[in-house]
């Protein structure tokens, strides 16, 4: 029995000694990367390059929202069926007022207490679609070009947009919104009853077109 245990004393260290060693050195080994299935890099490089810097003074003063459901089909072969996209399609459109239009003969002080002001005719400022909240429903015989279906489908659904916003009566509504909005915010800032009106075209000169 003590010739075994001196046998068995030796082995005993060694295995004591190396799971010490594995204990300390484990951490430092499962930091580096595996060869095998390396992590990705991921690498920006971008050049962003002042192009154009421009005077903004457009009043937006409604904003209406739409959800439609597109069906954009294309014929491309005589014998062949239609290309179709469903798109379901989120969009807006904005009216505004183009303040820079404003002249100084537009600027009418009557007396000390009366402001009169003639705005720019309501604008239709931004139409378009939000692509976060649309989605495409279907795509149908693509024939390998469902992208450019799909883009084309998006393009008919932007202009579709801007035709809803004016049948929907969104320059109204801007010229509405002005007299709620932006004759109470002139009559604070200038201490007088303000007038809106609207710019009168300029007449035609006789033989003019």
């Not at 992590?39 to 457009?58: D, F, Q």
């Not at 404003?102 to 009418?108: H, I, M, N």
């Not at 279907?138 to 659904?157: I, R, T, W």
Request: glycine share 6%; hydrophobic share 45%; with cysteine.
């Amino acid at each position: 029995m003590p010739n075994l245990l001196r046998r068995l004393l030796p082995l005993l260290f060694l295995v004591g000694l190396g799971w010490f060693l594995w204990t300390k050195v484990r951490p430092a080994l499962t930091s580096f990367e595996n060869p095998l299935n390396p992590a990705p890099r991921i690498t920006v490089t971008h050049n962003t390059v002042l192009e154009k810097v421009e005077a903004l003074g457009r009043l937006e003063l409604v904003r209406y929202q739409f959800k439609d459901v597109v069906e954009y089909k294309k014929s491309t072969y005589r014998f062949l069926p239609d290309a179709k996209v469903a798109l379901i399609v989120a969009g807006h459109a904005v009216g505004c007022l183009d303040l820079r239009k404003v002249r100084a003969q537009d600027v009418v002080l009557e007396g000390d207490s009366v402001l009169r002001l003639a705005l720019p005719e309501p604008e239709l400022c931004v139409w378009q679609v939000d692509h976060s909240k649309s989605k495409v429903y279907s795509v149908e015989n693509g024939f390998f070009q469902d992208a450019e279906l799909v883009d084309a489908g998006y393009k008919y659904a932007e202009a579709n947009v801007r035709t809803a916003a004016l049948q929907s009566g969104i320059l109204a509504q801007t010229t509405q919104n002005a007299e709620l909005i932006l004759r109470p915010m002139l009559e604070t800032m200038t201490g007088r009853r303000v007038v809106l009106t609207h710019q009168m075209q300029n007449p035609q000169l006789p033989g003019k077109q």
